[in-house]
């Protein structure tokens, strides 16, 4: 009758449930090894509004065990238990804070500008500069690299400026969905790109893309924004009065961790690697859709070409990168039914074949026959190679000249 009454089994399942959904819960949420290749976002979704329901039930069996029949073990058998337990605490600990990630990566709750004249961030920085109603800002790569995204107005509208630094994916968003402005927390990631979730519907977005990849608005889109990365330098000329988010000096270590990420890339860090040209996971790329096709530019050789004049469904292109290296363009090379092609003369003007008129760096023509004429932008993105394929499988892909359907990756 003792050996009935006495049942460990109670407690170990109390255990199980306390424990292993909030494990399984991070270890999908979190680029842990093997985790971000699995298709488990519906899983994740599901799965994280059980997780605390479930561990209620764990303690519930654990309390009832403690109550019950805890005195009845050895005394072995007690601290095993307690050791156990106090394993669990531990494990909560590190699911719930130490690798969730709006914990890991906080947003700034003030964030703070300045102009070109009291700012405080280096010129040779990059940005997400983004324009409104004459009104221009710039977001640090390196600050928003750490807080993932900034909530914030420019000229009047809703901004979500975001940034991934496991795809090197800046994205800009209208945070108004159907008619309500939303608040944004980080939930995770999957297949290394950030998942957010919006306050009001609970629902999944990728960063990448602005899809509504699992929950209530199922198949929606957040409406992108037009912006710009280049230098901070580089955006001043062309935005003066442009406003510049400082950093905030209470995640000044968290920016730290992300120096050099804005201009090194992997491949030059790897000394194993002899061919600097091959395309691994993190090579760079400069992404365009157009009409609903993708088409991925190594980042490599158009910096040693510094333009690019190209074809790409129906329309004609100029991919261009500043002398700093780090500032791209990408325009629309048709104008008034005339297609131009580009390029660089001695004073790293752009000037067209056609009618050796000279354009400015924010597609301007400033002399020439075609004087107040100007390229029409066309939204380009730089991002991480494995990054820029997994979300576009059907991308075609430029490198030196080569155009292939797709490619595969070095490790």
């Known amino acids: 009758m003792e050996k009935y009454i006495h049942r460990p089994g109670i407690f170990w399942i109390g255990i199980i449930l306390l424990v292993v959904p909030g494990l399984v819960h991070a270890y999908l949420l979190m680029p842990f090894p093997g985790s971000q290749d699995l298709n488990a976002i519906t899983v994740c979704y599901y799965l994280e509004k059980i997780v605390n329901p479930l561990r209620l039930i764990g303690l519930i069996f654990i309390v009832w065990y403690l109550y019950k029949f805890y005195n009845k073990n050895t005394k072995r058998g007690r601290w095993v238990k307690a050791i156990v337990f106090i394993l669990c605490l531990c494990s909560f600990y590190i699911t719930d804070y130490m690798y969730k990630a709006e914990t890991m990566f906080k947003e700034t709750q003030a964030a703070k500008f300045a102009n070109g004249l009291n700012n405080k961030v280096p010129l040779n920085y ?93 198949g929606q889109h957040l409406q992108e924004l037009p912006y710009e990365q280049l230098t901070l330098g580089a955006w001043l000329q062309k935005h003066p009065t442009s406003m510049i988010m400082q950093p905030d000096k209470l995640y000044a270590p968290d920016y730290a961790d992300l120096k050099n990420y804005d201009r090194v890339q992997a491949i030059d860090k790897d000394s194993t690697l002899k061919n600097k040209d091959s395309l691994i996971r993190k090579s760079w790329v400069i992404g365009v859709i157009i009409n609903g096709q993708a088409k991925a530019y190594d980042w490599r050789h158009i910096h040693n070409k510094r333009l690019l004049n190209d ?71 730089q991002e991480y190679w494995h990054s820029w394929k997994h979300f576009h499988p059907a991308t075609t892909f430029w490198k030196g000249g080569q155009i292939e359907p797709t490619v595969a990756m070095i490790y």
């Open 126 to 218: 990059l940005v997400v500069g983004v324009v409104n109603n004459g009104v221009a800002k710039a977001y640090p790569v390196i600050y928003l690299g750490y807080h993932h995204k900034v909530q914030d107005n420019v000229g009047g509208q809703p901004v979500l400026v975001t940034y991934c630094t496991m795809c090197r994916t800046g994205r800009v968003y209208n945070p108004v969905v159907n008619g309500k402005r939303q608040n944004f927390r980080l939930v995770g990631a999957r297949h290394y790109n950030a998942i957010i979730e919006d306050e009001s519907t609970r629902t999944w977005w990728y960063q990448a893309t602005g899809n509504a990849a699992v929950g209530k608005l199922k």
């Open 311 to 381: 074809e790409f469904n129906h329309n004609s292109l100029l991919i261009g990168i500043e002398k700093d290296s780090l500032s791209y363009h990408v325009w629309n090379t048709t104008v008034n039914g005339k297609t131009f092609h580009f390029d660089l003369n001695k004073d790293e003007q752009l000037t067209d074949k056609e009618t050796a008129s000279v354009w400015d760096w924010d597609g301007l023509c400033i002399a020439g026959t075609q004087k107040g004429q100007r390229l029409t932008k066309v939204q380009a993105y």
